[in-house]
C-alpha cells in the first residue's frame, strides 16, 4: 500500500498513548518508518510532539463522532494503532473506517465483547479486502498468547494437553484501565456482552476454573476472566499444526496468601454486585479519572511473570515470559514492536489476512522482536 505513513497512532495524548508515542519517536528512525500522531485536541497532540525525544511524527487530527475523520486517517496510513479507549464505546468505528480505506489495525483493548463483536463481524471482509486486524497487543494478550504457543509446541501434537496460565504482578492501573474495566463488568450483567464460541474437541481436557493453592508456583491461584483466554482458544483452534485439536486453557491469578486472596476476590465480588446501580458507577469513576495513572518511579518498581504450565500424556512443560511494568512500559513496547512487525511483514508480503490473534498476526518474528527489547522468555 502505498501511504503518507506506515504507521499512525489514534489517541497519542492519553495516559497510555504518550508512552507508546515515545517509544515509536525513539525507534522510529532505526525502523525507517514514516509516522504520525492522531487524535481530536491538537493542541495536545502539538505539545506531545515537542516533549518526544527522536524522530519527530506528523500531526493528524481525528475524531471518533466523526466518521469521515477517521476514514481520512485511516486513508493516510498503512496502520492504524488503536490506543483510544474504551473500545466497547469508541473502537468499533475505526476498525470500520481501517476496512473500508483498506488500512491494517492493531489495538490494546482487553475488552472480550470487544474482541469477540470484531471477531465476527469484520473477519470475512478483511479476508476479502487483504487488512491485517489484530486486537490485545499489550499486556492483554501478547505474554498469555506467546506462552501458550510456546508451551504447547514443546508437548506432543497428537496428544490432548491442558494450558494452565499463571500471572504475577504488583503493577497499579490507570484510570482508562479501571473505567474500562467498570464498564465492562456493567454490560455483563446487563447481558449485553458479545461471546464467541469454539467448536471444542471431544477429547479436550477440562481445566477446572476454581481457587486453588499451586504448589509449583507457592501460591494461591484465582481464575481470570479476562480476555486472554479467548485469545489463546482462538490461536489454538487456528494453529491445530502447532497446538494439535484437543486444547485446553485456563488462567489464574497468583496471590502469596489466603488473606490475599480474599482482599482481591471481596471488592470484585462487591462490585460486580453494585456496578449495575449508576451512582455506584459514578462514585467507582471519580476514584480514578481517565487520564491518571501510575508515575514514572511507580512503573519502575513494577514487574510481571506470565507462567504456561502444559501437560500432556507424562510430559509437562513451563514457560515464562517476565518483563517490568506491564500496563504501561511494557504494553507501550508490546504494542511497538507488534507495529513494527506489522510493516515488517507486510514490506515482505508475509503478512496474513483477516481478524487474527497476536500469534497468528506475528509469529516468530515478534517473539524475537521482544527479547531483542528486553522481555524474557524462558522454556
Known amino acids: 500500500m502505498e501511504r503518507k505513513y506506515d504507521i499512525?497512532?489514534?489517541?497519542?495524548?492519553?495516559?497510555?498513548?504518550?508512552?507508546?508515542?515515545?517509544?515509536?519517536?525513539d525507534r522510529a528512525a532505526s525502523e525507517g518508518i514514516q509516522w504520525a500522531i492522531a487524535g481530536r485536541n491538537?493542541?495536545?497532540?502539538?505539545?506531545?510532539?515537542?516533549?518526544?525525544?527522536?524522530?519527530?511524527?506528523?500531526?493528524?487530527?481525528?475524531?471518533?463522532?466523526?466518521?469521515?475523520?477517521?476514514?481520512?486517517?485511516?486513508?493516510?496510513?498503512?496502520?492504524?494503532?488503536?490506543?483510544?479507549?474504551?473500545f466497547n464505546w469508541y473502537g468499533k468505528g475505526v476498525v470500520k473506517a481501517c476496512v473500508e480505506q483498506g488500512a491494517h489495525y492493531l489495538d490494546i483493548t482487553g475488552e472480550p465483547s470487544f474482541v469477540a463483536d470484531i471477531f465476527l463481524t469484520y473477519g470475512k471482509a478483511a479476508e476479502e479486502?487483504?487488512?491485517?486486524?489484530?486486537?490485545?497487543?499489550?499486556?492483554?494478550?501478547?505474554?498469555a498468547d506467546y506462552v501458550a504457543w510456546l508451551t504447547a509446541k514443546q508437548l506432543p501434537l497428537e496428544e490432548p494437553k491442558s494450558l494452565r496460565g499463571y500471572i504475577r504482578t504488583n503493577a497499579s492501573f490507570s484510570g482508562g484501565t479501571f473505567t474500562?474495566?467498570?464498564?465492562?463488568?456493567?454490560m455483563e450483567t446487563q447481558q449485553r456482552s458479545v461471546k464467541v464460541k469454539l467448536p471444542r474437541h471431544p477429547s479436550t481436557p477440562r481445566v477446572p476454573l476454581k481457587i486453588h493453592y499451586q504448589k509449583e508456583l507457592k501460591a494461591w491461584a484465582i481464575p481470570m476472566p479476562v480476555v486472554d483466554p479467548h485469545i489463546v482458544k482462538r490461536s489454538a483452534y487456528r494453529l491445530p499444526n502447532d497446538y494439535g485439536e484437543a486444547v485446553a486453557y485456563g488462567q489464574f491469578f497468583l496471590r502469596s496468601s489466603l488473606w490475599?486472596?480474599?482482599?482481591?476476590?471481596?471488592?470484585?465480588?462487591?462490585?460486580?454486585?453494585?456496578?449495575?446501580?449508576?451512582?455506584?458507577?459514578?462514585?467507582?469513576?471519580?476514584?480514578?479519572?481517565?487520564?491518571?495513572?501510575?508515575?514514572?518511579?511507580?512503573?519502575?518498581?513494577?514487574?510481571?511473570?506470565?507462567?504456561?504450565?502444559?501437560?500432556s500424556g507424562d510430559k509437562a512443560v513451563r514457560t515464562v515470559i517476565s518483563g517490568g511494568d506491564p500496563g504501561y512500559n511494557e504494553t507501550a513496547k508490546m504494542?511497538?514492536?507488534?507495529?513494527?512487525?506489522?510493516?515488517?511483514?507486510?514490506?515482505?508480503?508475509?503478512?496474513?489476512?483477516?481478524?487474527?490473534?497476536?500469534?497468528?498476526a506475528f509469529g516468530s518474528v515478534l517473539k524475537d522482536r521482544l527479547q531483542r527489547a528486553g522481555i524474557f522468555f524462558s522454556i
Open 129 to 143: 479486502k487483504g487488512i491485517c486486524i489484530v486486537n490485545c497487543c499489550g499486556f492483554d494478550s501478547i505474554p
Open 42 to 86: 491538537r493542541q495536545k497532540l502539538e505539545q506531545l510532539k515537542a516533549s518526544l525525544v527522536g524522530q519527530q511524527p506528523d500531526v493528524v487530527v481525528a475524531d471518533v463522532d466523526n466518521p469521515e475523520s477517521l476514514e481520512q486517517m485511516a486513508a493516510q496510513t498503512r496502520v492504524v494503532m488503536n490506543a483510544v479507549g474504551p
Open 8 to 25: 499512525l497512532l489514534f489517541g497519542a495524548s492519553g495516559f497510555t498513548g504518550q508512552l507508546i508515542a515515545a517509544y515509536l519517536a
Open 260 to 311: 490475599k486472596v480474599v482482599k482481591t476476590v471481596l471488592p470484585v465480588l462487591l462490585t460486580m454486585l453494585l456496578v449495575r446501580f449508576s451512582f455506584f458507577r459514578a462514585w467507582l469513576f471519580r476514584q480514578a479519572p481517565p487520564g491518571t495513572g501510575p508515575d514514572e518511579a511507580m512503573r519502575l518498581r513494577s514487574r510481571f511473570e506470565v507462567v504456561c504450565i502444559g501437560e
Open 335 to 360: 504494542f511497538s514492536e507488534a507495529a513494527f512487525t506489522m510493516v515488517e511483514r507486510d514490506n515482505a508480503s508475509t503478512l496474513p489476512f483477516g481478524v487474527l490473534t497476536p500469534v497468528e
Open 180 to 186: 474500562t474495566a467498570i464498564h465492562a463488568l456493567y
